[in-house]
């Protein structure tokens, strides 16, 4: 079972921690009392959704053959202005490099974003969550370089 523990370390500073004692200090934003030395908690939950999806699409990814040489996610977040300023609007942006296979790589993001992620399942609930991908690198037999694809809108 998942677990984490967190502990106040003063100031505006926190660290998390997982059942296996990894660590991650986290803070409010400067202007808020932060002094920059963590990430914020929303930005944690971005990151988390970030890493959820690339597990599951670079295990799909290396299942299906597909020669996968980078993964690179930008995530964006726009929150509402009433409390408890949850996020209205998240966009996902993947950056995949490789010989890849698009109709692979389309398929794999769609059946991670809309079925396989839980972190992407909790946040679509209550936001308006959008992604889209870029494969760099590729031949092209398989897919111009630079294509984008946007597949949820």
């Known amino acids: 079972m998942p677990k984490a523990h967190v502990t106040w370390k003063g100031k505006m500073q926190f660290v998390g921690q997982d059942r296996y004692g990894h660590e991650v200090l986290m803070e409010t934003s400067p202007q808020y009392g932060g002094e920059g030395k963590g990430i914020t908690p929303m930005e944690m939950l971005l990151a988390a959704l970030g890493g959820c999806a690339g597990i599951d699409i670079v295990t799909m990814l290396k299942a299906r053959g597909q020669n996968l040489a980078s993964y690179d ?8 202005d009433e ?3 949850s996020f209205k609007e998240i966009e996902v942006r993947f950056t995949f490099g490789g010989q890849l296979d698009r109709a692979t790589v389309d398929r794999v993001v769609n059946l991670t974003m809309r079925r396989l992620c839980p972190i992407a399942h909790m946040l679509d609930k209550t936001s308006s969550l959008k992604w889209s991908y870029e494969i760099v690198g590729a031949t092209a037999a398989q897919a111009p370089e630079g294509m984008k694809a946007d597949v949820k809108s």
């Open 73 to 80: 996610v930008a995530i964006e977040g726009v929150r509402r």
């Open 83 to 85: 409390h408890p300023k």
